[in-house]
């Protein structure tokens, strides 16, 4: 899961909290929830409002609701409003409700003072004079003489009054580290960005009049600290990160990388000054000059010195692998891309800006090609053109019966594509001896992480998926470049789906680095959930239906594509599946399903520690667990899929293990015109459910 659920009263470690309510990202590794009490999260549902809602007995609750469900949960718990913007101010206030709409990034998250995001609407319900703060700390912003919301993700603030105050602070002597995520204007004045204060133990970050980034510290006479790097920060999207080591140095970074730094270890022994976080000049009732035009949306302090691996792991949202690293674009970071705009920015800074062509445009946290003529390209730049090379991406792909996905290449030099029809990765480069290889595919309509890299010295060119070597071949020679720029989606066959977090790497990623890639992500791809609408009874989700009585069947092709993803939006329909979710339900280490004949009045409620959808199809089944069952006959032992039946995508008859009762995705009738083999028995309806909560 991509996220875990605490009520709280204090913070808890690798957590976010506002109220009663803490949220976490899984790939922490927190222990079981009968011991340390975090509740996996359910997968927010595109289109609908996500919220979970706490209290100190008994397991959280989560909701899904759409506009009319969320302003009568409103009016129920207390409120009294008529539209979906009151209705989301009014759950904002509120100690046990936290919208779970964007899932928590996997920053760093031990020793906040202060986290505000206004992308988060628990943190900035798009109204309303308070920003809330995620740390736990309750240290919530003011917003004062009209900064503005834009739906965009962030907050803008004119130079002539507004302002934002927070009550955080830095206190006595404690190690330091800020985190402003801002565009500021153009201006030929110096503009104030980040404030703590004017006399003795201030802290400044400001603009200068020709743009570049600057800060002060003041300690007393002898000790006044101006830092000024060069690095033009007007109107650009990024990341200004600054940190006092108290011992030693302030130093500045932007966008993940190190400007500059100066000793200020003279100061060690004394205090901050006592005043207030501002950003944008000084206090509200301070002097009204250097006020600075201006758009945040994310705002983070840390009573802690942060390391420079620390700081990229906040500048790109999860501790990917930053070694190598020469190229990556994202479309859920606004440094690199801002939703209606047709430019995507290199987060590394290293290649020019690329362009949206043909209507392609960025969404969440893809960029969404049509399949027609849409691509993203970015000018020619030897930095991403290295012998030693690794590509590493997200895609989720829609099926098209005929030619190629060509996803990512540089066209000549290195081009990954998929074969349409079968889902087959193919990894090229040019000029090597065998240039092309396979033997890994994806399923369409899942999103899926590919990672491609190719070692010079040990002449190894391999594929992984989802964190797994699934490919590799020996091949030499010596890559052959061209000028030509690069593209994602096209320029021959094109890209028809999505694409997230490209990067390029001017190393072989290892296994290890791989996997690492993969977890530190997966809670931003395969956890959102685009499953429009979804049934639910309590505690559980149904993933699967199949009513045959009007002759309708599963197709097996594209390896049982159809009985993995079908009809997504309507539970309720003859033939419906969002199996290929199972994994974001697996709750402590196992899966909990409900298998229900409505005819028969027989249902099967068990556990079992694989996901049938995702094995090897051998059959069997492991860690098998009984809880309820209505029926055991015809060696009934849980869900497997074993291939060498090819009647049925899986069943539950592990012994003999080719008979296949219990059929679950169903391609040719059995025992009547439009019946299904059931636990016994000729059936024409089965349904499936999942316990996700």
């Not at 934002?164 to 104030?192: P, Q």
């Not at 070694?323 to 479309?331: K, T």
């Not at 051998?618 to 860690?623: L, N, Q």
């Not at 009934?636 to 009647?647: F, K, M």
Request: with cysteine; hydrophobic share 30%; aromatic share 12%.
């Amino acid at each position: 899961m991509g996220y875990v659920v605490k009520h709280s009263t204090s913070n808890v470690s690798k957590t976010r909290r506002k109220g009663n309510v803490t949220l976490g990202v899984s790939s922490e590794g927190y222990s079981k929830t009968s011991v340390s009490g975090l509740y996996n999260g359910v997968p927010p549902v595109e289109g609908k409002h996500n919220f979970v809602r706490t209290s100190a007995t008994g397991d959280p609750n989560f909701y899904c609701v759409d506009d009319t469900e969320l302003i009568n949960f409103v009016n129920s718990i207390g409120g009294s409003v008529s539209n979906v913007a009151d209705a989301t101010a009014y759950l904002a206030t509120q100690n046990d409700i936290m919208f779970t709409n964007t899932i928590p990034s996997d920053a760093v998250t031990d020793s906040l003072v202060l986290d505000l995001k206004s992308s988060n609407i628990s943190s900035y319900p798009g109204s309303g004079t308070t920003w809330y703060d995620l740390s736990g700390n309750g240290n919530n912003a003011t917003l004062y003489n009209g900064p503005v919301f834009n739906p965009k993700g962030y907050i803008e603030l004119d130079r002539t009054n507004d302002s934002i105050v927070s009550s955080a602070k830095f206190i006595g002597t404690e190690d330091a580290s800020i985190y402003l995520w801002c565009n500021i204007a153009s201006s030929s004045t110096s503009d104030i960005i980040y404030y703590q204060g004017t006399g003795v133990g201030r802290i400044w970050v400001y603009k200068t009049g020709t743009g570049n980034l600057a800060m002060n510290t003041y300690w007393g006479t002898g000790m006044d600290y101006y830092l000024t790097v060069s690095e033009n920060i007007s109107d650009r999207n990024g990341l200004i990160t600054i940190t006092l080591d108290r011992d030693g140095n302030q130093t500045v970074y932007y966008n993940g990388e190190l400007k500059g730094n100066l000793n200020m270890s003279p100061s060690s022994n004394i205090s901050y000054t006592n005043n207030n976080t501002t950003l944008s000049g000084w206090d509200p009732d301070g002097p009204s000059w250097y006020k600075a035009q201006a758009k945040f949306w994310g705002v983070s302090l840390y009573n802690k010195a942060h390391t420079q691996s620390e700081i990229k792991q906040n500048y790109y949202g999860c501790p990917i692998i930053t070694d190598g690293l020469v190229f990556a674009a994202d479309a859920g970071n606004l440094a690199s891309y801002e939703s209606g705009s047709t430019s995507v920015y290199d987060l590394t800074g290293n290649v020019a800006a690329g362009s949206l062509l043909n209507g392609a445009y960025g969404d969440g946290n893809w960029f969404i090609f049509d399949g027609a003529n849409d691509e993203l390209e970015f000018p020619h730049n030897s930095v991403y053109k290295n012998q030693e090379i690794s590509v590493d991406f997200w895609v989720q792909l829609d099926y098209e019966s005929g030619g190629r996905h060509v996803m990512f290449t540089s066209w000549y030099g290195f081009t990954v594509e998929i074969n349409n029809t079968s889902g087959a990765i193919t990894w090229g480069l040019q000029g090597l001896n065998g240039q092309y290889m396979g033997g890994a595919s994806l399923d369409y309509g899942v999103p899926t992480h590919i990672s491609c890299t190719y070692n010079p010295t040990t002449d190894k060119q391999r594929i992984y998926v989802n964190g797994e070597l699934k490919a590799e071949q020996t091949a030499s020679s010596t890559i052959n470049y061209g000028s030509d720029s690069l593209r994602f989606s096209g320029p021959w066959d094109r890209t028809k789906g999505r694409m997230g977090f490209m990067k390029i790497y001017n190393k072989e990623l290892s296994k290890d680095e791989v996997l690492q890639n993969y977890n530190a992500q997966k809670s931003r791809f395969l956890d959102y959930l685009k499953l429009g609408e979804v049934e639910t009874s309590g505690e559980w989700l149904k993933v699967f239906r199949h009513y045959s009585g009007n002759g309708s069947f599963f197709s097996d092709a594209n390896g049982w594509a159809e009985a993995k993803q079908s009809n997504q939006g309507n539970p309720w329909a003859d033939k419906y599946s969002i199996l290929h979710a199972l994994d974001k339900f697996r709750l402590d280490s196992k899966y909990t399903f409900k298998l229900v004949y409505p005819t028969l009045s027989i249902t099967n409620i068990w556990s079992q520690t694989n996901n049938p959808v995702t094995d090897n199809g051998s059959g069997g089944v492991t860690g098998y667990s009984a809880i309820s069952i209505g029926a055991s006959s015809n060696g009934w032992g849980g869900l497997e899929r074993y291939d060498s039946q090819t009647s049925t995508f899986l069943d539950g008859t592990l012994s003999p293990i080719g008979n296949w009762y219990y059929a679950i995705g169903v391609k040719n009738a059995w025992g009547g015109s439009n019946t299904f083999p059931g636990p016994s028995s000729a059936v024409n309806e089965v349904e499936l459910w999942i316990k996700y909560k």
